[in-house]
């Protein structure tokens, strides 16, 4: 059986902060002697600027990867993959028709960009969001979507020969939220007159339903090592975010547990713990 130090992991997602849903099982990895590395589908070119200070439209997406960079390198991760789409913004937004946005990438060529990573950086495990994308988030369901297609095209010689040599990751895994959990933080919110950062969002639609979650990993002894990755973020700290309206130790409860469904790939052996994503491999 293969050691830690053998051992990869590649998290796809769409926006630079996207990855701070798994932060934790990410630093872990890396503590552990694993190759970790993140692979962001667009530079969050649209997304919220908190302070004037820290940039204009035209320079969001250069510093929002300067943000991830440093968020990751918080948590050990030196491998950062960019895909070069565009931020395609909310559903409905005006940005969601520019031919550069990432909801209008043509479907071979995305698959294959992230192909492409997955052949030259090998991981074990794939993870990426659930295909909801956790609330709906047009570029959030494309990442999903493209990174499902690419676990089953990278292993393939006969897709994209030009893109290196076939490698077939083990498991691909989707990291969501649990629903219930989201329906506590919601009503921890309400009693205490905080103003939810979750908006109208249809709570029913969010993430997955316990029964769909596969693997649950306990992180609280890495909860301050969330919080200044997400700071890193800085542009996104807007005054209702998460991180503003908790406190220390709401913060620490509510972000110390990640969530995993496993969809594809090596089975897990029966009765491995539900905390270890690599068990039998």
Same mark, same amino acid.
């Given at each position: 059986m293969a050691t830690m130090l053998d051992r990869a992991v590649l998290a796809c997602y769409a926006h630079p902060d996207d990855e701070q849903g798994v932060s934790g099982f990410l630093h872990r990895c890396v503590q552990q002697g694993a190759r970790v590395g993140i692979l962001c589908a667009t530079r969050g070119e649209v997304g919220e600027i908190a302070d004037p200070s820290l940039a204009t439209p035209e320079t969001l997406g250069a510093v929002r990867e300067q943000e991830l960079r440093r968020a990751a390198a918080v948590i050990g991760v030196q491998d950062v993959f960019f895909l070069d789409y565009r931020d395609s913004g909310m559903a409905g937004s005006p940005e969601n028709a520019d031919p550069r946005a990432f909801i209008n990438a043509d479907p071979h060529e995305a698959v294959g960009r992230i192909v492409k990573v997955i052949r030259a950086f090998k991981p074990t495990l794939l993870i990426?969001?659930?295909?909801?994308?956790?609330?709906? +988030?047009?570029? +959030?369901?494309?990442?999903?979507?493209?990174t499902t297609r690419a676990f089953y095209a990278a292993g393939d010689p006969s897709c994209y020969p030009e893109l290196g040599e076939p490698f077939a990751p083990a498991r691909l895994y989707y990291a969501s939220l649990r629903r219930d959990r989201l329906k506590q933080f919601a009503a921890f919110l309400a009693q205490n007159g905080i103003a939810s950062p979750l908006g109208e969002i249809d709570l029913d639609q969010m993430g997955l339903a316990a029964?769909?979650?596969? +693997?649950?990993?306990?992180?609280?002894?890495?909860?301050?090592?969330?919080?200044?990755?997400?700071?890193? +973020?800085?542009?996104?700290?807007?005054?209702?975010?998460?991180?503003?309206?908790?406190g220390d130790e709401m913060w620490r409860i509510f972000r110390s547990v990640e969530y995993f469904a496993l969809v594809a790939g090596t089975p897990v052996p029966e009765g491995a713990p539900e905390d270890d994503l690599f068990a039998g491999l």
């Open positions: 990426t969001f659930d295909e909801s994308g956790i609330y709906g +988030h047009p570029d +959030h369901v494309a990442i999903s979507r493209w029964d769909q979650i596969t +693997h649950t990993v306990y992180v609280p002894e890495y909860a301050d090592l969330k919080r200044r990755s997400v700071e890193e +973020h800085r542009t996104q700290l807007l005054p209702n975010s998460p991180l503003s309206v908790l």
